[in-house]
């Protein structure tokens, strides 16, 4: 497991003539769960989305497990990583568990292992009773619980999840993130966008702070969380408290 799960390098995206996001290089290591942080418009979510292959960089490259992303098929894609975007979308009249049954399509997997599969995803979810609701009458926060599920039964090396937590309360964030910190510690790895600070510096193995397209710093939660690149970044006065993983926000500059 010497190769990095994702070697990220040089990476740049524009879109009608706007930088995206600045030339950027990092590597994901398997086992690791990788918090990317940053106000609104850092570049947080065009860099999942470049990362899934659903945005084609201007210049630089992504290695995934040792293999060039732009080389990959669609299918191999799928099979290598997960992506879940910000409100995944799904109209269809089905239930929760059908839904997640979804994330097997291709998978070779079927029988009493299939639903052993949906089963532990949607218990690791917290979406285990929702299993017989319509996936239409679900709130927005149960849906998000049924699409990581789907996520989960996929079983994908890598998980790319744009605000994962956003949508959840404080008892399922918590759960959410014990559970892809397992996930990942089994070697697999996630990148994660996180906006909650705190919930990003307790559960991730390192951060990346962007700003304005820029990667700003890359390092774990004592060395990202910095007053100095809280203020630069976010505009604000706050301070983290490595013994006790709280981020203490003072006032607005």
Known sequence: MNTPLLDVRA???????????????????????????????????????????LLPPQAGEIWLD??????LQAPEIARRLAYLEQQPQASWPL???????????????????????????MAASGSAALAQRRFPTLSTGE??????ARVFAGDTP??????????????????????LRAHCANGKGMVGVLHDLALAARYCSRLLLFDHG?????????????????????????????HSGMLFHHDNL
């Open 214 to 242: 820029e990667l700003v710093r890359d390092g774990s939660a004592a060395e990202v969380l910095q007053p100095g690149l809280l203020a630069r970044c976010y505009r604000v006065r706050a301070h983290f408290d490595a």
């Open 66 to 71: 040792g293999a060039p992303l732009a080389s």
């Open 95 to 121: 239930s929760a568990r059908e839904i997640v049954a979804l994330g097997l399509l291709n998978r070779g997997v079927n029988g009493s292992d299939a639903e052993q599969r949906i089963t532990a995803a």
């Open 11 to 53: 990476l740049t995206l524009t879109a009608a003539g706007h930088t995206l996001l600045q030339p950027c290089s990092f590597t994901l290591a398997h086992g690791e769960l990788l918090g990317v942080i940053g106000p609104n418009g850092a570049g947080k979510s065009s860099l999942l989305k470049a990362l899934a292959g």
């Open 143 to 148: 849906r998000m619980q049924v699409h990581l």
């Open 158 to 179: 890598l998980i790319l999840a744009d605000e994962p937590t956003a949508a959840l309360d404080l008892w399922h964030q918590h759960h959410l993130l014990r559970t």
